[in-house]
């Protein structure tokens, strides 16, 4: 009986001792996320697991081509995927499938190599993004309800930068924004 309970309290200190470790990094370090919808097709599909790390950001600015996963901005309590693609103090306009930051006086045609020719982004429509504004879209432009639709997103309802794809097995690996 001696033996048991030795096992019994050793077990509940390794439990205690792992519930100390992981549930901090759970909760406020990396998150795992599930992709539901094809906002964001061909670069993450509709059930792929991820992995989110909501910490760099305290550390570092958000940067363009970012994947963030975000509180929607009409309902906080649902999360969104998206690219980001406009940054604070910056103008995003679009005009005849293409996408230009307009800040200082320069321009840049973004070079989105990470969407196909015939998924390029529609409509027409001029953005200036105010301090802690960013402008974000998914990569299927078609069909991605984003900043075209419900205006910018506030810094604050960034969760964190998609970091790692952890499920389909032969789509593992870990992200990395585009070059621009």
Known sequence: MKKFFSFAWETIKLV?????IVLPIRYFVFQPFFVSGQSMEPN???GNYLIV?????R????ERGDVVVLKFPLN??????KRVIGLPGETVEIKEGKITILKDGNSNVLDE????EYNKTIGEMKITLG???YFVMGDNREFSYDSRKFGFLLENDIIGKVLFRAWPVKEIGIFSAPNY
């Open 131 to 133: 301090e802690k504004q």
């Open 16 to 20: 205690a001792v792992a519930l100390i």
């Open 76 to 81: 906080t309590s649902q999360k969104f995927i």
């Open 53 to 57: 790390d909501e910490i760099s950001y």
């Open 113 to 116: 190599k990470y969407i196909p």
């Open 59 to 62: 550390f570092k600015e958000v």
């Open 44 to 46: 993450f599909q509709n």
